[in-house]
């Protein structure tokens, strides 16, 4: 069943509640292993998702499933620590729920970062990457169904998901750190199964970069609502088919953890910037 406005109204009339004076302007999502951010936010206002009508659970592994309020680096940040992936059973109108509540809220930025698969053969597992474009064409849309105009129009532009000022701040905020920064398409696979080397192959024919399981569905809404959106990907594994391994959450975990204070660090010094 689709979201009514009155659903998003009902989760945004909540969450004022639990925040009196306090509104979020950036909507930061934390991907797989790199929710710790969420547990740096100054004066938090935690509120799990499962307390929020119409929210759903994240069960992924990582994932904590709140939602933290506060601020960084000066910053009124909304932070997701888990986010909801279609792998797991919800729609993408369940994946992309909260950001609409954010927006409602008064977010008008989304920082989201994920963990993916490197594709491109000319880097290596551990870099960063800013995404700045995307590709996801092998699922439907999650704006699929009727139009909710108080969001955005029926058919938004896509030139732009990603805000080239943001990219910018990001280049030049990685170079003042010392921290390379990869540029490339993050590539939408659903999952859960990790893709086959010919998916690969298929993916970098096609013109990704990095391969993952979320961001994507996200920044369309975000997009679809007038968010600026910056996104940062860990790529924390070579994808399938490249180095002669099997891939495994374990990898991804604990190359989101090595990565955590390059990753961190460079996140903080964007919002200093924004
Ligand atoms: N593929 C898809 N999703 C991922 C990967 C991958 O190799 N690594 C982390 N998330």
């Known amino acids: 069943m689709p979201f009514t406005m009155e659903q998003y109204q009902e989760s945004a009339a909540f969450l004022r509640t639990r925040l009196g004076e306090f509104r979020p302007k950036i909507a930061m999502v934390l991907g797989s292993g790199l929710g710790s951010l969420g547990d740096e936010v100054e004066h938090p206002i935690f509120v799990d998702y499962r307390d929020i009508p119409h929210f759903k659970a994240s069960t992924a592994p990582g994932h904590k499933g709140r939602l933290v309020f506060g601020t960084l680096e000066g910053q009124a940040v909304a932070v997701m620590q888990g986010r909801m992936h279609h792998y797991e059973g919800y729609s993408y109108e369940e994946v992309t729920y909260a950001l609409r509540v954010l927006r409602l809220l008064g977010c008008e930025t989304l920082i989201v970062t994920n963990a993916a698969g490197c594709v491109n053969t000319a880097w290596q597992a551990g870099d960063l990457m ?19 105009p108080q969001f955005g129009v029926r058919f938004p532009d896509a030139s732009h998901l990603y805000t080239p000022r943001l990219q910018e701040l990001a280049r030049q905020t990685a170079a003042e750190l010392g921290i390379q920064l990869r540029e490339g398409v993050y590539f939408y696979c659903y999952g859960p199964q990790y893709e086959t080397p010919a998916e690969i192959r298929a993916a970098r024919i096609l ?4 391969v ?3 961001t994507a569905p996200e920044v369309i809404v975000a997009g679809h609502c007038g968010m600026e959106v910056l996104g940062i990907t860990l790529l924390s594994n070579m994808a399938a088919g490249i180095l002669d391994q099997p891939l495994s959450e374990q990898e991804v975990l604990e190359a989101a953890g090595a990565a955590r204070e390059k990753f961190s660090g460079l996140i903080r010094a964007c919002l200093r910037k924004m």
């Open 130 to 148: 800013l995404i700045t474009d995307q590709i996801k064409l092998f699922s439907e849309s999650p704006l699929r169904g009727e139009n909710l």
């Open 207 to 210: 013109g990704g970069d990095a």
């Open 212 to 214: 993952g399981m979320s």
